[in-house]
């Protein structure tokens, strides 16, 4: 009850009780959201990755003739 | 304010943990001119076993709502441990939030996503200049490079609690306009500017020290920023600022070391923050119980009156400032630095 009370007595003065040295806030822990943007990540990264090996297949097709 | 001072007097006595630092690395790939840790030590102290930690989490869980207690990763870099997503992963599972600090030279996207999946839900990245001046800084050339990309890969998660921190020198002081603008294009959405304080590689550089003059133009930066409302800048807790109080942070000074914040050291040593002197350590994991040391130690992190002595004794602040950040005392509780007499 006493910590309820001071709690809303900080919010109405403003105050943030016991914000901290390390910056960045906690977002709300959606597990859905996150697991949704997890997926898109994971989907984006390994597009990314196969289209770096599509673009190095050619350097070393290339290079094979000279190296024979 | 009679509030305030009945805040902090609650604050001491009712000392939620909510943030703990686990300093599991000294080795770094940087060599910072500012670096206020040990980490030239690196090969005199070994990473910290996650096993180690992991008791200290399992004997926290047994007393306290893990949800509610933030887990940082600190260096060091943490990045250099390869078993970071399995700790981060661990962590996760015992049921508490993390998140790290990292200089970001090993940020890319692969090990993010690794990092993101292990459950890193926070994420600050050090970022003190444009190319030149980072570079500089940071004392490895194509830092800044790395630095960006981890920035603007971070930024766009939607799910992370991200912001940059900057260290403000003479070096890139002038230069603050042109960093602001840069963050705001990567997707920046808070930066944390802090200025050094007199430990570790940056105490006797002048170069890193601001003049009265150029720390007064900090604050008034930081103001400006803050009204502008384009990226939510603010001041790190680099201790009371007297005028400057609620214009240039989100709420009023108090060293939360002790109160909110406590660290697992290299070492095993349990303190407050990670920047604050060993001297202050309050117990040690591989002898003592970490929460019989939260709850009956920390006497001196919970009552400062043994500080006001020196410039303290007699200062009209006192009841607001407290002393002082725990982080700007001496091995013998002498005052290091005081910003609010800059002002």
């Known amino acids: 009850m006493k910590k309820a009370f001071i709690r809303i007595l900080c919010l109405l003065l403003g105050v943030n009780v016991f914000t901290a040295c390390y910056g960045p806030a906690l977002p709300p822990p959606d597990q859905e959201l996150i697991q949704k943007e997890l997926e898109a990540m994971q989907q984006e990264q390994k597009a990314w990755e196969e289209q770096q090996l599509q673009e190095d297949e050619p350097e070393e097709e290339a290079e094979t003739p000279e190296q024979e | ?343």
């Open chain 2, 1 to 343: 304010m009679f509030f305030q001072s009945q805040l902090l007097k609650w604050e001491s006595r009712v000392h939620p943990l909510r943030q703990l630092f686990w300093e599991c690395t000294l080795r770094c790939n940087l060599r910072c001119r500012h670096c206020g840790s040990d980490c030239t030590a690196s090969a005199l102290a070994p990473d910290m076993p996650f096993e180690d930690f992991e008791k200290v989490l399992l004997r926290i869980k047994e007393a306290y709502e893990p949800k509610e207690i933030l887990i940082i990763f600190s260096g060091g870099e943490p990045l250099m441990r390869k078993d970071l997503a399995d700790c981060g992963r661990r962590v996760q599972e015992l049921g508490f939030p993390w998140g790290l600090v990292s200089n970001g030279y090993l940020m890319n996207p692969k090990r993010a996503l690794e990092l993101l999946k292990a459950g890193m839900r926070t994420a600050t990245i050090s970022l003190d200049g444009l190319e030149e001046e980072h570079d500089w800084m940071r004392g490895v050339p194509g830092s800044f490079a790395r630095a960006d990309e981890a920035i603007r890969y971070l930024s766009g998660v939607s799910f992370l609690g991200f912001d940059i921190v900057t260290c403000v020198t003479q070096k890139n002081i002038g230069q603050l306009q042109q960093i602001k603008e840069y963050l705001i294009s990567a997707g920046v959405k808070a930066w944390r500017l802090f200025t050094v304080f007199p430990v570790g590689r940056g105490a006797t550089d002048p170069v890193l020290q601001l003049t009265g003059e150029q720390y007064r133009a900090l604050m008034e930066f930081i103001v400006a920023c803050r009204k502008e409302g384009r990226i939510k800048a603010s001041y790190g807790c680099e201790g009371f600022l007297g005028p400057y109080e609620g214009k240039v942070r989100d709420h009023l000074f108090s060293c939360q070391a002790g109160l909110s914040i406590a660290s697992v050291r290299i070492d095993g040593a349990i303190s407050g923050c990670t920047s604050i002197r060993a001297s202050y350590s309050q117990g040690n994991i591989y002898t003592d119980d970490f929460v019989d040391v939260w709850e009956h130690r920390f006497g001196i992190f919970r009552d400062h009156t043994p500080f006001k002595t020196g410039p303290c004794a007699e200062c009209r602040w006192w009841k607001k400032c407290q002393g002082n950040g725990m982080h700007l005392r001496g091995e013998n509780g002498e005052l290091l630095l005081c910003n609010l007499s800059r002002l």
